[in-house]
Structures are given as C-alpha cells and as structure tokens.
C-alpha cells in the first residue's frame, strides 16, 4: 500500500516568507509526527497528533512554528518569517493508535527547506 | 529525560566483515529502543525494535540487536557486511507511554570493497 508522502520534496524560500509543508499519512493511521533533521541538531521531534486529542507542541522550537491536522488525516507545518536556521529536512512519520508507543512510525521521504 | 548515544558518527567495514554500531541510552523507565535506517534521499525504515520481550532481537536485512539493561545498551550488529549496508544509522528511544521517539546522533556506514 501507499507509505507516507510529502510534499514538496524541495523547497527554497528567501529569509522571511512563509512556508507550508505537507504530510499525507498511511491510511487508517491515527498517530502523526513531525521531526527535523539538521546537521547541527540530528533528528528532533517538533510535534505529535492523536486522533481529535490535543496535539504534543512541546518540541516546537518557537512560535513561528504551527502545524494543523484537518480531518484526522493531513496534516500541514507552517513556518512563518522563515529563517536560516530552519532550513533543514523536515520528516513526517504516522503509526497506528500508540496505546503503548511500540507502534512502529513510518516515516515519509521529508521536504528538503533552504532558507536563503 | 532521554538521550541516546551513538559512538562513532563514522564507521568503516570491508564488505563480509562485523558490522558493530553502538548504542547507549539514558532512561528513567524501561525503554523501548529502536533502530532506523536512512537511506541517501529517503525517510527513515525501521531495521528492529525492542519492546521488554526478547532481549535479542533480529531485525531485516540480517541486523540483529541485543538489550542489555546492565550496560543500558542496545548495540546493532550484522555478521557479513554487503555493499547495500552502507547507509546512515540511527538509534532511538521512547518511553513507555510516550509519543515522541529520542534519536542518537546517527552513524554513518560506509562499506569498502
């Protein structure tokens, strides 16, 4: 079946725009993620979303960051006033409802952001 | 709170040789631990995990790992390294009941002819 999908799977942006990245989940799969890897950070989480529960923001770096999940299923992260230091890979995974979290995340190819 | 270890951002093996990369964590609780496997332009896949079942656990692509809570340790291995193995590897933890996965810094296998 279709894994998960981002897109774009590029995207260059001058300092100070606004960015949309989108994330379409497996199908049937409640638990959606939002990671980043940089070279200087590694692999950071950013935010989790669970069924109609209110979202985990706490790795947000800051509040130029915002992401959305319509429907229980797509889910979009919002960058406002881009800069540098957020480009980046960003990654998006999902999972089954994560009772216990030894569901496995499936992770999407990543949007590639360069802030110029 | 959590942290994952990886020593050695880069390993180097001929290819038919171990492949040993390490992995050391810090929890308050019992962990589950995880590898993943990136490779160049893709997301990540899971090799294996460890959910307090067997200790030892086998993974694909012939990748097994070995829990050991005395040396809080959770190091991956392969007997015969092949070509297709050279990839960048992470470790991960997440607690139980927790949402978010803790990545190592990640460990680079290159795997020379």
């Known amino acids: 079946g279709a894994g998960v999908s981002q897109s774009p799977s590029n995207k260059v942006t001058e300092k100070g725009k606004d960015v949309e990245l989108r994330c379409d989940p497996i199908?049937?799969?409640?638990?959606l993620y939002w990671y980043r890897q940089s070279l200087g950070q590694g692999l950071e989480f950013l935010i989790y979303?669970?069924?109609?529960?209110?979202?985990?923001k706490s790795g947000l770096p800051s509040d130029r960051f915002s992401a959305e999940r319509t429907g229980g299923s797509v889910s979009t992260l919002t960058i406002q006033r881009t800069q540098q230091e957020d480009s980046a890979v960003y990654l998006c995974?999902?999972?089954?409802?994560?009772?216990?979290?030894?569901?496995?995340?499936?992770f999407g190819p990543g949007t590639r952001l360069t802030v110029t | 709170a959590q942290s994952v270890t990886q020593l050695g951002s880069h390993v180097s093996v001929s290819e038919g040789a171990l492949v040993l990369l390490r992995c050391n964590y810090s929890?308050?609780?019992?962990?589950?631990l995880f590898w993943y496997v990136q490779y160049p332009n893709q997301g990540l896949q899971l090799l294996l995990k460890y959910t307090s079942a067997a200790t030892l656990v086998k993974g694909i692509n012939g990748f097994e790992a070995e829990f050991k809570k005395s040396e809080t340790s959770f190091h991956l291995t392969k007997p015969s390294a092949h070509m297709s193995d050279a990839a960048e590897y992470f470790c991960a933890v997440s607690e139980q009941g927790a949402q978010k996965l803790v990545f190592g810094q990640g460990t680079r296998l290159t795997i020379n002819p």
């Open positions: 199908s049937g799969h409640t638990a």
């Open positions: 995974a999902s999972s089954l409802a994560p009772a216990a979290s030894s569901y496995e995340q499936y």
């Open positions: 979303f669970q069924g109609n529960s209110a979202p985990d």
């Open positions: 929890s308050s609780v019992p962990p589950y």
